[in-house]
């Protein structure tokens, strides 16, 4: 157990809904992050946010965005979904410090099929 | 554009022998390199980690090498067990100014099958 937690652990819904994936961190850390893994791809960075504020952006579409609450836990919100965002969305935590090099501890994710 | 690459999608090794997973990577900025494990519907494990001002980081049967100049790391299991039977994912990142960013740029993984 990562210590990471993350609802739902599947999804089914249909193109043009919305969606909201919610992650709480291990404790204590502050940065969390969101990574997508399809079918056909890797592990892909979407986004960041360390202590409230987005910190980096990946590969992520218009169509999602996320934030990071005053407790720390974080949502990732989908809209207008399309088949291919079908998907498992992994989120990560760790602690980052300035200038450190971190692990990241990964949530057990959310399987989100979209038909 | 890959900037980590592991080039062999499978690997099969017998129960006991070393199993060697190896990992590319073409950014030089890159200077702190993670293996993680993955079972199917679970999420990442965390193995092992190596700073780029080390060329070698052990725990357990766990060593990870990291040639530099190469832009070369490998993942060696020794012994190998068949609880090691999992997808292995290299993964790097690279400080940035600040250094509040450590996004994780991974590989495309090698499944490993440790057969008793």
């Known amino acids: 157990d990562s210590g990471v937690t993350q609802t739902p652990k599947h999804l089914i819904t249909a193109t043009g809904q919305r969606v909201t994936l919610r992650c709480s961190p291990r404790s204590g850390d502050l940065s969390v992050y969101w990574y997508q893994q399809s079918l056909d791809q890797g592990l892909q960075f979407l986004i960041q946010?360390?202590?409230?504020?987005?910190?980096a952006k990946g590969n992520i579409l218009e169509r999602f965005s996320a934030q990071q609450f005053p407790d720390l836990h974080s949502e990732l919100n989908l809209s207008s979904l399309e088949l291919g965002d079908s998907a498992l969305y992994f989120c990560?935590?760790?602690?980052?410090?300035?200038?450190?090099?971190?692990?990241?501890?990964f949530g057990p994710g959310t399987r989100l099929l979209v038909l | 554009d890959q900037q980590v690459k592991q080039n062999s999608p499978s690997l099969s090794v017998q129960e006991g022998r070393i199993s060697i997973l190896n990992c590319d990577y073409t950014?030089?900025?890159?200077?702190?390199f993670l293996w993680y494990k993955k079972y199917p519907a679970e999420g990442p494990t965390f193995l092992i980690s190596?700073?780029?001002?080390?060329d070698k980081n052990e725990d357990g049967r766990f060593t990870v090498f990291l040639n530099k100049s190469a832009k070369h790391l490998s993942l060696h299991i020794v012994p190998s067990q068949p609880g090691d039977s999992a997808v292995y994912f290299c993964a790097a990142s690279a400080r940035r100014g600040g250094g509040a960013t450590n996004k994780l740029i991974f590989g495309t993984g090698t499944l490993l099958a440790v057969q008793p």
């Open positions: 990560a935590s760790s602690l980052t410090l300035a200038g450190g090099k971190e692990t990241q501890y």
């Open positions: 950014n030089s900025m890159f200077d702190y």
């Open positions: 946010y360390y202590n409230g504020e987005e910190r």
């Open positions: 190596i700073s780029s001002i080390k």
